[in-house]
């Protein structure tokens, strides 16, 4: 694959809405309560494929793993296609993570089943969504070829890291969900087993129309992504449009900013908002003297 940009242009099949508004999550250890996530909002179009871009601890993965359904957020409001998942039940729940969610671990192996073939794998998922209702799966070779396999099947022992991960893709995709969420789906690949997954990422994305959201803590990755979310310290910041970074508005009003805009006004800084002919202009009030 060349390092061009992914598309953002996407068929107009059946991807999923993904919303969050004030999202919450509170982990308690060792008698202290942290937040990974600080009041989270987000909102992800029907067929967009989005990154979550972080360094490790800002919360990224935390919100994938509340938008799957497995981590139920202390507040807030977290929307899958117009479903409130904080009001689901277990049970629903897990009807939706099987028909209409793909989730994508981090980790090839904790997305496979070691003793089973490739078809094996792709068609022990889709017995599992059908348990659930899902109707028309297609072929497990037809899967396995959509991201890059070969329909051949073949034991996973001996099979390279960057094969392992495009299969735990097909896994993921059987029942063709609506939404993908993948949690550092190139971590640990060398660079052209990298491509290939972003490769059969854009494609599930492009020719079925799915949502798809990834985790990645790799500015590379994120460059090569329609649109971008930066996450610090459980909080959504700056957006990123095909590799370059903006500061965008929140519903609240907020401005987050680049990290090398924070070099320059760090937290704290008192900035006048001022109008001109030109626009908005944002000034260092110790500037003004």
């Given amino acids: 694959m060349s390092t061009a940009t992914i598309p953002a242009t996407q068929t107009e099949t059946g991807g999923l809405s993904l919303i969050t508004s004030g999202l919450v999550q509170i982990y308690r250890t060792e008698g202290h309560d942290v937040a990974a996530l600080s009041g989270v909002t987000?909102?992800?179009?029907?067929?967009?494929?989005?990154?979550?871009?972080?360094?490790?601890?800002?919360?990224?993965?935390?919100?994938?793993?509340?938008?799957?359904?497995?981590?139920?957020?202390?507040?807030?409001?977290?929307?899958?296609?117009?479903?409130?998942?904080?009001?689901?039940?277990?049970?629903?729940l897990d009807t939706l993570r099987a028909t209409r969610l793909g989730i994508l671990l981090q980790g090839a192996s904790n997305n496979l089943v070691p003793y089973l073939t490739c078809v094996e794998n792709v068609a022990f998922a889709q017995s599992t969504s059908a348990g659930r209702g899902a109707t028309n799966l297609p072929a497990p070779q037809e899967v396995l070829e959509l991201v890059g396999l070969p329909a051949d099947d073949h034991p996973l022992a001996g099979l390279p890291a960057g094969q392992l991960q495009l299969l735990a893709i097909a896994a993921a995709i059987a029942h063709r969900p609506g939404l993908v969420l993948a949690d550092e789906p190139t971590s640990q690949l060398d660079h052209a087993a990298r491509d290939r997954v972003l490769e059969a990422l854009g494609r599930i994305n492009a020719e079925l129309g799915t949502t798809v959201m990834l985790v990645t803590h790799d500015p590379e990755v994120a460059a090569r992504l329609p649109r971008t979310v930066t996450i610090r310290n459980g909080r959504t910041g700056a957006e990123g449009r095909s590799g370059e970074d903006f500061a965008i508005v929140t519903a609240d009003g907020s401005l987050p900013l680049p990290p090398e805009a924070l070099e320059v006004v760090p937290p704290g800084t008192l900035l006048r908002v001022?109008?001109?002919?030109?626009?908005?202009?944002?000034?260092?009030?110790?500037?003004?003297a």
């Fill in 274 to 288: 001022r109008e001109t002919e030109h626009g908005l202009e944002l000034l260092r009030v110790e500037d003004e």
């Fill in 42 to 92: 987000l909102s992800v179009a029907p067929g967009e494929m989005v990154g979550l871009l972080g360094p490790s601890g800002s919360g990224k993965s935390t919100l994938l793993l509340a938008c799957s359904g497995l981590l139920r957020p202390s507040a807030g409001k977290l929307l899958v296609n117009g479903q409130n998942l904080a009001t689901l039940s277990q049970d629903e």
